[in-house]
Nanobody
Framework: VQLVESGGGLVQPGGSLRLSCAAP????????ASWHRQAPGKERELVAT????????NYGDSVKGRFTISRDNAENMVYLQMNSLKAEDTAVYYC???????????WGKGTLVTVSS
């Protein structure tokens, strides 16, 4: 199973992007979903998480108030709306699905977001 991210690209500071993650072929609703990112020369960090039903969300301190994670269980999709982007948001963004109950997790290959003028 391969998660497929899309929506990355080049954006100016202050701009917005919406990342999408498709998860075909999975029983999507059993997985918590999250977005992570890794900037050049840095470790991968957690950006945002959303629970199975989409009710509970959590965000890294650096993106609180600017990013919003959501999911559509009917379409097997996870989204990350990113507003007020900053240069320090430049990174490869990865989608992750995980289920502790079933001991399963999946990663996408990542999508590059570059914030630059």
């Amino acid at each position: 199973v391969q998660l497929v991210e899309s929506g990355g690209g080049l954006v100016q500071p202050g701009g917005s992007l919406r990342l999408s993650c498709a998860a075909p072929g999975l029983t999507f609703r059993i997985y918590d979903a999250s977005w992570h990112r890794q900037a050049p020369g840095k470790e991968r960090e957690l950006v945002a998480t959303v629970t199975t039903a989409g009710v509970g969300t959590n965000y890294g301190d650096s993106v609180k108030g600017r990013f919003t994670i959501s999911r559509d269980n009917a379409e097997n999709m996870v989204y990350l709306q990113m507003n007020s982007l900053k240069a320090e948001d430049t990174a490869v963004y990865y989608c992750h699905l995980g289920s502790r109950r079933y001991g399963l997790d999946y990663w996408g290959k990542g999508t590059l977001v570059t914030v630059s003028s």
